[in-house]
């Protein structure tokens, strides 16, 4: 985790102190090394929370666009208590994967966090299986066919009433060589993140060799999920 509670505060590491775990309430330790992101370690680097995966720059990254206040929250339900990523002011959970993980545990995730949560994945790892491209006659270019538009400063303008319209988003058919089949069975939003300025929201065939999906804007991503626009620089080409 990168924020344990300091004297009451919600802290991030810094070198040689110690803090108390929110979800667990026992002493963690800072990690300050050169390699791995700045981050609290428990004792013997055991995990109170098993759906933790270790800390990366990539989730750092996410999470700060969030600010401390949006990120890293506990939620209690039924019992049970966990970590949630990113909990936006709208109440959306955010959570982000990095690693494979076990088949069951992307269900048990949604399962807890419910309907309003989305996923985004660190696709970097795959970026060389997973390709995508515009369907052959997409929906948006039928689309163009059929309106008479034209492009202007202010938008996309009908041209017979001159109103502005909204463009359609252009749909992809991807290909993924060997898929995180754990992805299968997941039902809320994915989107992937290949570290550059837009994030593949995939539609269909997650978790399979084929599938479609839409490009969605970083910065479109962030306006809807009160993310902050100042840090879009660094969710952009950074591996
Ligand atoms: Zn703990």
Redesign the pocket.
């Known amino acids: 985790?990168l924020f344990a509670n300091v004297n009451g505060q919600k802290h991030e590491a810094t070198p040689k102190t110690f803090g108390i775990?929110?979800?667990?309430?026992?002493t963690?330790f800072s990690k300050c090394g050169e390699i791995n992101v700045w981050h609290w370690a428990?004792q013997k680097d055991?995990?109170?929370?098993n759906w933790y995966e270790p800390e990366t720059a990539w989730h750092k990254s996410w999470k700060f666009v969030f600010g401390k206040d949006n990120c890293e929250i506990i939620i209690k339900r039924e019992g049970e208590k966990h970590i949630a990523d990113v909990l936006t002011n709208e109440g959306v959970v955010i959570e982000l994967q990095n690693s494979p993980m076990p088949n069951h545990t992307a269900v048990e995730r949604e399962k807890f966090y419910r309907e309003q949560m989305i996923w985004i994945i660190n696709g970097s790892h795959f970026r060389n299986n997973f390709t995508y491209e515009a369907s052959t006659l997409s929906y948006g270019e039928q689309w163009y066919w059929r309106n008479e538009v034209v492009q202007t400063e202010y938008g996309i303008v009908d041209k017979e009433t001159g109103e502005l319209v909204t463009q359609p988003e252009k749909e992809y058919n991807f290909s993924w060589r060997w898929p995180r089949k754990s992805w299968e069975y997941a039902k809320r939003k994915i989107y992937i993140d290949f570290g550059d300025e837009y994030l593949f929201m995939v539609t269909a065939g997650m978790g399979t060799n084929q599938g479609k999906g839409k490009l969605i804007s970083k910065k479109s991503f962030l306006s809807e999920h009160q993310g902050n626009l100042e840090f879009l620089e660094t969710l952009i080409n950074r591996n």
């Open positions: 985790m775990c929110p979800l667990c309430n026992s963690v428990h055991e995990y109170c929370d």
